[in-house]
């Protein structure tokens, strides 16, 4: 089992930047691949990035490619999102997900999921 528990979300302006973190529980951490996904209102959740248990492989969509970094520290058991040059598009409540294996950028194939973090960017 993981808990995962989201935090850094916020109001801020076009081309502004924020960090989120996902906190999980458990001794595992370092097992799993992580993910961030977001959903806005009448959309799907959608993918935003994913890293592999050791770091070494990321993975963007092409909406955040060049301005999110996804990373983690398996010591603290915590992913991050840091978000820069955000735009009115990237509003959505952020979701970070865990999973064993390979890194996918299919929602349905994260076992664990936090509750979310709203983030809304003003033009």
């Known amino acids: 089992q993981v808990q995962l528990v989201e935090s850094g979300g916020g109001l801020v302006q076009a081309g502004g930047s924020l960090r989120l973190s996902c906190a999980a529980s458990g001794r595992t951490f370092s097992r799993y691949v992580m993910g961030w996904f977001r959903q806005a209102p009448g959309k799907e959740r959608e993918f935003v990035a994913a890293?592999?248990?050791?770091?070494?492989?990321?993975d963007y969509s092409d909406s955040v490619k060049g301005r999110f970094t996804i990373s983690r520290d398996n010591a603290k058991n915590t992913v991050y999102l840091q978000m820069n040059s955000l735009k009115p598009e990237d509003t959505a409540v952020y979701y970070c997900?865990?999973?064993?294996?390979?890194?996918?950028?299919?929602?349905?194939?994260?076992?664990?999921w936090g509750q979310g973090t709203q983030v809304t960017v003003s033009s």
């Open positions: 997900a865990a999973k064993l294996a390979a890194v996918t950028r299919t929602p349905a194939s994260y076992d664990y």
């Open positions: 890293i592999s248990w050791s770091g070494a492989l990321t």
